[in-house]
Nanobody
């Protein structure tokens, strides 16, 4: 399974970005799709997830500012980010839980988000 993340970039504080994660496998077959982020020297941090039936959850640090969604017809998961803060600067990774189908999950290559103050 290939996951292609895109949409990152440089934005000023208070700005918005929308990340996309396109899957080569039908995402409705997944248990959940997730976004994580990582900064140098730190562990990868959970950001949000969405289940195959549409339930969502977001980390407290992004709640109210980030929204995860999915388009099964396009096999794509999105992360809409508004009111970005410098502390949101990180490489963002998408993760697909296909453990029911393949026995494990898959990771995309990451997309850099940089928020300037």
């Amino acid at each position: 399974v290939q996951l292609q993340a895109s949409g990152g970039g440089l934005v000023q504080a208070g700005g918005s970005l929308r990340l996309s994660c396109a899957s080569s496998e039908n995402i409705f077959k997944s248990n959940a799709m997730r976004w994580y982020r990582q900064t140098p020297g730190k562990q990868r941090e959970y950001v949000a997830y969405i289940t195959s039936w549409g339930s969502t959850a977001h980390a407290d640090s992004v709640k109210g500012r980030f929204t995860i969604s999915r388009d099964d017809a396009k096999n794509t998961v999105y992360l809409q980010m508004i009111n970005l803060k410098p502390e949101d600067t990180a490489v963002y990774y998408c993760n697909a839980d296909f453990s029911s189908l393949y026995g494990h999950d898959f990771w995309g290559q990451g997309t850099q988000v940089t928020v300037s103050s």
